[in-house]
């Protein structure tokens, strides 16, 4: 699948070079042979490009080149809508850095090349962008199933790898020191706030019991188990716990078990389809829980009102690593421009696009401290000290895993607020959580 003519015109106007490699992944493969002829890809493909640095352009500052940075973005296949929240990200910092004059004086390039959600795809994509393109630095794609043999690649020919997406936990198990995962903390553990924030509340107030109800899903399941291990440690008790299969359609009676306990805080390991269902079911089942998580779906702020009802949203949590009104570096004036250039409100901007400007603030930010472009500097320079960013301070340990915490957000007359911890809380949280409708 190719972009129109028109598109493609219109994003190389605006200094993105969008390229479409064929896709040689069979339709109809698994994610698990994809993987790994992708890994098998990278270990028979010949070096290239040095591995001491990455790209052919100067780094210096007395060079006029422009500053080309490659991506393989998913702008087509399973993981599009975020992808192309990625791209958004990409060229709005680029838009914004070159509109104060480049980095140390070259203009930025943001080179964009289609994955179509493959992962063998990907690893074509990045050995064409530092062999062939000799970009001279690299950022990654969407998703830990790209993100995971893409990182491999950078890190064969020595390009720092800043990735907006895809903190899984096998990504940092492959211990990769050119590798920066750009939110404030693993996926895996953005419920780990909620936990704390429960934990902070007076003995009286604490739930006593817990449900939880778990997508099969290697994000999913891990961020409500973190959360269940906390609460037990703290003799909150479990009186229900269920994993149910991707492929499930009907969750009522799952639901049903759970009301049928009566917890104090029920906590979804969810995406989005399955948040919306566990909402519908509970709604109809009229049990409102005293707290309610659910690690996706729920921080949407367009789809969950329209999915679930916008009364039914009232004291509903989540984690969140950006949102609007946010007072991190930058925050306001990104908002600003993402709505000048895509149109919308606040509460409509993408925080996929958040995490991808993100990655470019951190670029800017190593050049204007050490007055220097190469990958080995940044490589180096990132993994000390913490660095400012509209997700807020970010900082990582050997193996690219953020240090941070997420930010708990709740529901509140309509909008997704951030309520905890009181550093960046918009207003007090809420409970227990108003009934449905409420």
Sequence with gaps: MKLSRTSRTHLEEKGVTVVHYRNRLQRGAT???AAAAAVLLIAGCASKASN???????????????????????LTGDFSDSGKGVQRGYQLWADTVNAKGGILGRKVTVKIVDDASSPTQVVTNYQNLINKDHVDLTFGPFSTLLTIPASQVAKRYGYAFLAPAGGGPDVFKQNLTNFFFVQPAPTTQSGDVFASYILSLPA???????AYAELDDPFSAPIAENIRSKFEAAGIQTVYKQVYPSETQDLSPVMAAIAAKMPDVIVGGTQSEDAYAQVKSLVQLKYSPKFMFQSNGANSPLEYPNKVGAANTAGIMSSADWYP???????????AAY?????????????????AYAAGQLVEAVAAKTGKLDNATII??????????VLGDLAWGANGAPTGEYNLVQWQGGKLLPVYPATVAQASPVYPKPNWGG
């Design 52 to 74: 001491s640095g990455g790209g052919t352009a100067p780094s210096g500052g007395g060079s006029k080149a422009p500053l080309v940075i490659g991506a393989s973005v998913s």
């Design 204 to 210: 009286a107030d604490r739930p006593k019991t817990a």
């Design 325 to 335: 009104g946010s007072k991190a570096s930058g925050s306001d004036a990104f908002t």
């Design 380 to 389: 180096s320079s990132l993994h000390a000290g913490s660095w400012p960013t």
């Design 339 to 355: 709505i000048a250039k895509y149109g919308g409100t606040a509460q409509t901007v993408d925080d996929n696009s958040a995490e």
């Design 31 to 33: 994610a698990t042979t």
